[in-house]
C-alpha cells in the first residue's frame, strides 16, 4: 500500500504543497478555506486516514481540522459523504444524532438502530418499574403501551388501583362554566 508521501509524491500541485500557511493558520477562515481546498483533491482521504493515526499532526489534513480529528479517535467508523465531509458509519444512535446536524433527515438504517436505541431504554425503564413497585405500576403499563405490547396483570392492577382516586378527584371539581 503506498505511503502518504508517495501518493503527495505523486501528485504535484496540491494546494496544500503550493500554499501551507493557510493548511496550518490559527484563523477559522484560513482553516475553512483550506478544508474547501481538500475536496477536490485525489488523495484526501489516504491524508484524513495519516492524520487519524498520528495524533501528533496539526493543522487541516484531508479535509479535516485538528479539533475534529480528536472526536474521531476514538474507534468509531467514519466515512466521507458526498460534500467530502467526515461522518460516523451510519447505522448507530450517534450517526441518527449527527444527521440533523447537517440538517437532514436520518437514513433508514440511523432510524432503526434509533428506534432500537429508544426500545431498549423503555425495557430497562419497564424492568426497573417492576422491581421497584414489587411488579408492577401505572408508569409500567404505559411502558409497556410504548412498546406496542399487551401490559402485565400486575401493571393493569396498578392502574385500575388508582382510578376510583382519578374519579373522586375528578367528581369534586366543580363544573366548567362556559364563556358567554
Known amino acids: 500500500m503506498p505511503t502518504?508521501?508517495?501518493l503527495t509524491d505523486n501528485a504535484p500541485r496540491l494546494p496544500c504543497r503550493t500554499d501551507p500557511d493557510r493548511w496550518h493558520s490559527p484563523h477559522a477562515n484560513d482553516r475553512r478555506?483550506?478544508?474547501?481546498?481538500c475536496q477536490p483533491c485525489p488523495v484526501r482521504a489516504a491524508c484524513a486516514?495519516?492524520?487519524?493515526d498520528h495524533p501528533e499532526v496539526t493543522g487541516v489534513w484531508g479535509g479535516t481540522t485538528t479539533a475534529?480529528?480528536?472526536s474521531w479517535r476514538d474507534g468509531r467508523p467514519w466515512r466521507f459523504d458526498e460534500q467530502g465531509r467526515l461522518r460516523l458509519v451510519c447505522g448507530?444512535?450517534?450517526a441518527y444524532?449527527?444527521?440533523f446536524?447537517?440538517?437532514e433527515q436520518p437514513c433508514v438504517a440511523c432510524v432503526a438502530a434509533h428506534e432500537a436505541h429508544i426500545g431498549a431504554g423503555r425495557r430497562a425503564r419497564l424492568a426497573e418499574a417492576h422491581r421497584a413497585a414489587g411488579?408492577?405500576?401505572?408508569a409500567g403499563y404505559w411502558l409497556h403501551r410504548r412498546l406496542g405490547e399487551v401490559a402485565c396483570a400486575a401493571c393493569v392492577a396498578a392502574v385500575q388501583a388508582r382510578r376510583p382516586a382519578r374519579q373522586a378527584r375528578r367528581g369534586a371539581r366543580p363544573p366548567a362554566v362556559a364563556a358567554a
Open 97 to 99: 444524532r449527527s444527521h
Open 101 to 103: 446536524g447537517y440538517r
Open 33 to 37: 478555506a483550506a478544508v474547501e481546498g
Open 4 to 6: 502518504l508521501t508517495t
Open 49 to 52: 486516514r495519516y492524520a487519524l
Open 135 to 138: 411488579g408492577g405500576s401505572a
Open 92 to 94: 448507530s444512535e450517534e
Open 68 to 70: 475534529q480529528r480528536r
